[in-house]
């Protein structure tokens, strides 16, 4: 066996440097991506409340934007999943036009009025814009995976103002029980950076009012298990609706730019019939799950509004809408377990998303990150039982099983059905 001349730790400051310069660009570019997105989805946020008829082009919108995707971006339309899928498999380089295709498609989605997230755009820019690094540099496969995980972690810190729960994302959401430790130095790196490139672009993230932690005793642990329950059903509810209203559209809908334009209908309809309330991001509404109870069916109509989106095809992403459908349902719960509303709108927020993405670990950051350290035990237990209860889906379909989420115990042979006969 070949023994080295030097300390391992000398082979690390080569690693840590050449990571660090890495991750830094993957920062910087990702970081200043999601500040011009979240200040353009804050200009066309404020113009459609402003001119609230615009909705009623939300088809023709979507239309277009369905036709911008079948003309220049087939290749990119997978989203978040072709990422997922070029870590696993690295294949080619990720298109730049992904970057541009899916700001203007997000954008166009939220000014019309589509109730769509911004987590998906911004991990898709930071993923497009990171990957570009593998022709300047000549990455081998083994650092590309590293790179696009890298660019993962960055836009969903920039774009949340959550570097520590963005950097374990990049690495919990490509498969359900396992981590990929290997790039943890970057994915940190590339998260905390871009999180400070966003703030010094003038970034500001919303502020959530949890100011109510009960003490940790057995009726509390008892009510946030139950709750857990429920938001790992919303969780997978949701990811199952989602999925089945695209299967169903592009099986019914063969031409492509239809399929939002149908959708967009739908939404422009229920908008006018049921108020403008469960479109677009849905923050103000979030902000009131933390200070006062809401009508109890508040959850469930940003469900249905996201899934018709979504479903149909409109651009975004998942996360925001589902801290909405976590907090407005926690809001529900609240007098039914005996605590907080702010508290039980703070555990569905992160913990449906736990459920729906499969990411219990980075959810329960997350909340850490926003809500302060006292949340962290009751989010935990939130967060790991959505996970447990939300079954075998996911929003992300090319997320891999690399672990059963918990062993089922072996059927005693005595109970074992008998052989058939032949």
């Given amino acids: ?46 113009w459609r409340e402003a001119h609230p008829w615009i909705v009623w082009l939300l088809p023709l919108a979507g239309f277009a934007v369905g036709w911008l995707y079948l003309k ?28 541009p295709l899916v700001l203007v498609g997000t954008v166009v989605s939220h000014l019309f009025g589509a109730s769509v997230g911004r987590e998906g755009t911004a991990v898709q820019m930071g993923g497009a814009l990171a990957d570009q690094l593998t022709y300047a540099l000549r990455l081998r496969h083994a650092d590309r995976r590293i790179v696009l995980m890298a660019g993962i972690s960055a836009g969903f810190a920039s774009v949340f103002g959550t570097p520590l729960a963005g950097a374990i994302f990049g690495m919990e959401v490509l498969a359900v029980g396992r ?5 943890i130095f970057p994915c940190v790196v590339a998260a905390v950076a871009a999180d400070q490139v966003g703030m010094a672009w003038g970034v500001h993230h919303t502020h959530y009012p949890m100011d109510a932690v009960v003490a940790i005793g057995l009726a509390s642990v008892a009510a946030v298990l139950v709750a857990g329950i429920a938001f790992g059903l919303a969780g997978m509810a949701f990811a199952k609706s989602t999925h089945a209203a695209s299967s169903f559209m592009k099986r019914h809908v063969p031409y492509a730019p239809l399929r939002p334009m149908l959708g967009g209908a739908l939404v422009a309809v229920a908008v006018w019939l049921l108020g403008s309330r469960y479109i677009g991001l849905g923050i103000p509404v979030i902000v009131e799950a933390f200070r006062q109870p809401l009508a109890p069916w508040d959850f469930f109509g940003k469900f249905a509004f996201t899934v018709a989106s979504l479903g149909s095809g409109f651009k975004g992403g998942e996360v ?12 529900a719960l609240a007098p039914l377990l005996h605590l907080p ?63 059963a989420k918990y062993r089922v115990p072996p059927v005693p042979r005595d109970r074992l059905p008998p052989p058939s006969a032949k």
């Fill in 179 to 183: 981590l990929r430790y290997d790039a």
């Fill in 320 to 331: 925001t809408p589902l801290f909405f459908i976590g907090a407005t349902l926690g809001n």
């Fill in 72 to 99: 220049t971006g087939a290749s990119v339309e997978a989203g978040n999943n072709l990422l997922i899928d070029e870590i696993h498999d690295p294949q080619k380089v990720v298109p730049l036009r992904m970057a």
């Fill in 1 to 46: 066996m070949k023994v080295s001349l030097y300390p391992e730790q000398t082979a690390l400051l080569s690693y840590v440097g050449k990571w660090t310069c890495i991750a830094g660009a993957i920062a910087a570019l990702s970081g200043s991506a999601s500040a011009f997105f979240l200040f353009a989805l804050d200009a066309a946020t404020g």
């Fill in 341 to 403: 509303f702010p508290l039980l709108a703070a555990l569905g927020f992160v913990a449906v998303f736990a459920g729906a993405a499969n990411t219990p670990l980075a959810s329960t950051i997350m909340a850490i990150e926003l809500f302060g350290p006292q949340i962290g035990p009751f989010a935990a237990l939130a967060c790991v039982v959505a996970y447990l209860f939300s079954g075998r889906c996911g929003i992300y379909r090319s997320q891999k099983a690399g672990m």
